[in-house]
């Protein structure tokens, strides 16, 4: 499975966007993006994934650079409960390779 | 819909004991995965059954580790004897996936058995 790379750690102001980025450059044409997240003390919550295309939930939105070589997790506006650490995964064969993640802080 | 169960929640043992956890997936699901995660890490596939058959269990300790899933619904995961590197948090998820179509296999998890080796 292609390898991704993610800051440590990142702030947010309870409101705003938090924009949390993921560098998998060597992700193959078949492989999907996927997000996770772990709020303390509980299993992970999936998010959202995708191929290609920028996907949209009800949780947040999904932006995949044209060459796939990046995304970026965006959580439009940001909550206390938002606080956790998020996973960016590139997954083969439904395969998921959990990384050790960004800490998301959500301060009031 | 009712989630991913797991129990117990917490487990103490000593080193060289035996421990087994449960899980019971969302119900239809044919996917079950075991993961270990240690403290600081992200989680690790140790095992996944489609149905009741073994899918992938490469980076399942098979000296001490063993886990099945009878009847394709429920499965155990059974650590004898235990180390105390096995101290983590052992997750449960499960997949709607069957056979075929990998894009959309989104896991939901179990919130898991935190497992004390002493």
């Known amino acids: 499975d292609a390898k991704t790379t993610q800051p440590t750690s990142m702030d947010c102001a309870e409101g705003r966007a938090a924009n949390l980025p993921c560098n998998h450059s060597?992700?193959?044409?078949?492989?999907?993006v996927y997000w996770y997240r772990q709020i303390h003390s509980q299993g992970p919550q999936y998010i959202i994934h995708g191929l290609k295309n920028n996907e949209t939930n009800e949780m947040a939105s999904l932006i995949i650079t044209e060459d796939r070589k990046s995304s970026t997790l965006i959580l439009p506006h940001a909550t206390l409960r938002d606080t956790a650490v998020y996973y960016c995964?590139?997954?083969?064969?439904?395969?998921?390779?959990f990384g050790q993640g960004t800490i998301l802080t959500v301060h009031p | 819909e009712a989630g991913v169960a797991q129990s117990p929640r917490y487990k103490i043992i000593e080193k060289r004991q035996s421990v087994a956890f449960w899980c019971n997936p969302i119900?239809?699901?044919?996917?079950l995965y075991w993961y270990q995660q240690i403290l600081g890490q992200g989680p690790k596939l140790l095992i996944q059954f489609q149905n009741n058959g073994v899918v992938d269990d490469s980076q399942l300790p098979k000296d001490r580790f063993s886990a099945e899933r009878l009847k394709g619904v429920d499965s155990t995961l059974k650590i004898q004897p235990a180390k105390l590197e096995d101290s983590a948090v052992y997750l449960c998820?499960?997949?709607?996936?069957?056979?075929?179509?990998?894009?959309?296999?989104?896991?939901?998890f179990g919130p898991g058995t935190r497992l004390t080796v002493l």
């Open positions: 995964i590139v997954s083969s064969y439904g395969k998921l390779t």
């Open positions: 119900s239809g699901h044919a996917t």
């Open positions: 060597t992700i193959s044409g078949n492989e999907y």
């Open positions: 998820a499960s997949s709607h996936r069957r056979g075929g179509e990998w894009g959309n296999n989104e896991q939901f």
